[in-house]
């Protein structure tokens, strides 16, 4: 029979082990190099080019950007992160991320980042080069009313088209930038969306895009008609596309 002091010693050992197996699987868990989330940021570009890659609009080619963290919060420096994409249409280059077009489809493809187990997507439209910008509803005109949930202008809108009329198509999910130019007060008009203050929009399967103009009665000081204008641009490669900027005229009329 092993002795009290013997058995002390014993007993020691085992609390000793117990106390710190916890802090060997803490020191695990949170190192460094233990990877715990993946970010993928959003692209800055919400479509791809035909037989081009994904560009922004200044036109330089788009890099995706991930964010890897580790268990204590830190940004993992140069992980490596793999891209790649499951659908057709797109190819993309497994350690840059940069996505090039080979057809059109009509849904979106998945951008993938992957590190070990863990991926994170991003989605990518396709679509042609965009040609021609035009006005749909150039002109439109604003009753305004002492009501100022009512001094919300129509959508003045634009039409983004590849090829030549009448043969050109839409261009989808390409991004158009509105901008007001000119108004009696500068704080008579600004643009919006149904979401709020909005100064680009991105076409739609029709290749329209549009915005309206919430008008601020205290600022309008004319007793007649007045105007606001505003000019819609869009770029690819960083070069206005023809048409560009399109000149939209919304006029105001005072309260009756």
Not at 26 to 35: E, F, L, M, P, T
Request: glycine share 6%; proline share 6%.
């Amino acid at each position: 029979m092993p002795s009290r002091s013997t058995a002390r010693a014993a007993l020691l050992v085992v609390l000793g082990i117990s106390a710190i197996a916890p802090f060997a699987c803490s020191d695990i868990v949170s190192s460094s190099a233990s990877v715990l989330s993946i970010v993928f940021d959003s692209l800055s570009a919400p479509s791809v080019v035909v037989g081009d890659t994904l560009r922004d609009t200044t036109g330089a080619v788009v890099h995706p950007v991930v964010h890897v963290f580790n268990f204590k919060g830190e940004e993992v420096a140069q992980a490596p992160v793999y891209f790649l994409s499951p659908d057709s249409g797109v190819t993309v280059d497994s350690a840059t991320g940069i996505v090039t077009a080979d057809s059109l489809r009509s849904t979106p493809a998945r951008i993938v980042a992957t590190i070990g187990t863990l991926q994170a997507v991003q989605n990518v439209g396709v679509t042609l080069r965009p040609d021609s910008l035009q006005a749909v509803n150039a002109l439109d005109s604003l009753q305004l009313s002492f009501d100022t949930t009512l001094n919300v202008s129509p959508l003045l809108q634009v039409k983004l088209t590849h090829g030549i009329a009448p043969d050109d198509s839409a261009v989808t999910s390409w991004i158009v930038s509105f901008a007001i130019v000119a108004q009696s007060d500068p704080r008579l008009g600004e643009l919006v969306n149904d979401a709020g203050l909005r100064f680009v929009d991105t076409t739609d399967a029709t290749g329209i895009a549009g915005r309206k103009i919430r008008v601020h009665p205290l600022f309008f000081t004319s007793t007649t008609v007045d105007s606001i204008v505003v000019n819609a641009t869009a770029k690819y490669r960083g070069a206005q596309v023809s048409g560009s900027p399109v000149r939209l005229v919304l006029l105001l009329k005072p309260p009756g």
